[in-house]
């Protein structure tokens, strides 16, 4: 490591010390190489238990619930919004948000954690036109160039509660030069990143490398000696194989301090989300319940294996359907599809035995309605359930962690989804020409 970047990291005392007073971070508990502790944000006096999830936003809420709607989740564990810097580039712009105070009184969320970052978990690529000078990412303009200076503009008007620097993401796919260029940018805009950083806001630095096993423990033992609060696993979900990603994990997170926190992107799905965890990560900005909402489908797999009282009580497996009966069509292991006729008189709730607002109050026929008329009520029920259910996933998670018996709670997991795989067969094309949607993938029914 050259001196210099020795000194830098070094360079900003009282920056670490204003950052020590707005985060901090306890582990409870280890199972394994899974780990369960609590982020605290003392000026604020909030505080997130993790494992945990942060909820997926645009433009800084979350796309079909209102802030009232949000307040309802909030003991089931919502508490954290992941803010994606880019829909701050234009419009509403950042001078805007600026001058409310920041994007908690903005957005009306002064009782939430918000984390920002440049990658969107919806919509991202990765490895597109970047320079020693800028990063490029797609914004519903266009595509758009941003430099460290005018991202640092940008958090310094969000005033997050913590932020990941501009960083030079990249595919798995890509050659060493890349990679060795992506590492090298990202430490260096984090430096100006961190010197820019005037308010103190806890920073996570931005762990890069690609699939390269060189690269990846060396940008994390760069990044771990700078003036960081935690540390982002990025680069992830840009096309590395499931099996391969553990391995990449461990290369960085060996070379990371354990009493720092640790954020990723790109995991989504339960399976993902349990083999990061598994790796010791204890952040995950998913936009897995937005991306089932937006299909019609609703998550049922069950939340505990030791206590399941979700998902398969009375007779109900986890594709939705009571025992004896033929699955519905579009159901898997670990959701629902509302667009199926098979549930056009269904009376049941999404899942018999969850507590959202939904289940309590709406049935499976109802959401059908909904979405086959096109009303925006679906897509907001749907995702006030999607979003509950996966939160008690990660409380679940918290508690196998605690009690020391992950490795099976996630080895029942898989095996569960293994077992009751389901073989969707398409509905019989009718001749009307409509559109007919099957497990969330359009397809045109033939005349």
């Given at each position: 490591m050259t001196p210099w970047r020795r000194l830098r990291s070094a360079a900003l005392p009282s920056q670490t010390l204003t950052a020590l007073k707005m985060l901090s971070f306890?582990?409870?508990?280890?199972?394994?190489?899974?780990?369960t502790g609590v982020l605290s944000f003392p000026s604020r006096g909030l505080t997130?238990?993790?494992?945990?999830?942060?909820?997926?936003?645009?433009?800084?809420l979350p796309l079909n619930l209102m802030p009232d709607l949000l307040d309802e989740l909030k003991d089931d564990g919502v508490t954290t919004l992941q803010l994606n810097t880019m829909h701050f580039i234009e419009g509403p712009s950042a001078d805007t948000v600026r001058k409310a105070g920041g994007a908690h009184n903005f957005l009306g969320v002064q009782d939430y954690i918000l984390l920002a970052l440049g990658r969107d978990a919806m919509n991202f690529e990765g490895g597109g036109p970047a320079s020693a000078t800028y990063a490029s990412f797609d914004t519903p303009s266009g595509r758009r160039q941003v430099t460290p200076e005018a991202y640092a503009d940008i958090i310094d008007a969000l005033r997050p509660d913590i932020f990941v620097p501009l960083a030079d993401d990249i595919p798995s796919t890509s050659g060493r030069k890349r990679v060795k260029q992506s590492v090298d940018r990202s430490l260096s805009w984090l430096d100006e990143c961190i010197e820019r950083n005037k308010q103190?806001?806890?920073?996570?630095?931005?762990?890069?490398?690609?699939?390269?096993?060189?690269?990846?423990?060396?940008s994390a033992e760069e990044t771990a000696v700078r003036d960081v609060a935690g540390f982002h696993l990025?680069?992830?979900?840009?096309?590395?194989?499931?099996d391969e990603r553990p391995?990449?994990?461990?290369?960085?997170?060996?070379?990371?301090p354990p009493s720092k926190p640790r954020h990723v992107s790109g995991l989504s799905v339960p399976e993902e989300i349990l083999q990061g965890v598994a790796a010791g990560v204890d952040l995950f900005d998913s936009a897995y319940p937005l991306s089932l909402t937006l299909a019609g489908l609703a998550m049922t797999f069950p939340v505990s294996h030791e206590s399941p009282e979700v998902g398969s009580a009375d007779g109900i497996g986890s594709s939705g359907a009571t025992e004896g009966e033929g699955p519905a069509l579009g159901a898997d292991c670990s959701k629902l599809n509302l667009l199926s006729l098979a549930l056009r008189e269904d009376p049941r709730p999404l899942l018999p035995g969850c507590q959202c607002y939904t289940c309590r109050n709406h049935t499976r026929a109802y959401l059908h309605h909904l979405l086959n008329a096109h009303e925006m009520l679906a897509q907001v029920l749907l995702e006030i359930h999607n979003t509950h259910?996966?939160?008690?996933?990660?409380?679940?998670?918290?508690?196998?962690?605690?009690?020391?018996?992950f490795d099976r709670f996630r080895q029942a997991f898989v095996d569960r989804c293994r077992t009751t795989q389901i073989d969707v067969k398409p509905m019989a094309p009718k001749p009307s020409g409509r559109t007919s949607r099957i497990d969330g993938v359009h397809e045109l029914e033939k005349c």
């Open positions: 306890a582990i409870d508990a280890n199972s394994g190489g899974a780990r997130l238990p993790t494992p945990a999830l942060l909820v997926y936003t645009r433009k800084g103190g806001i806890p920073i996570f630095g931005s762990v890069q490398g690609g699939s390269n096993l060189y690269e990846r423990p060396r990025g680069g992830f979900g840009l096309g590395e194989s499931f391995t990449l994990l461990a290369a960085a997170i060996d070379k990371l259910h996966y939160t008690r996933f990660f409380r679940a998670i918290r508690q196998s962690i605690i009690e020391d018996r």
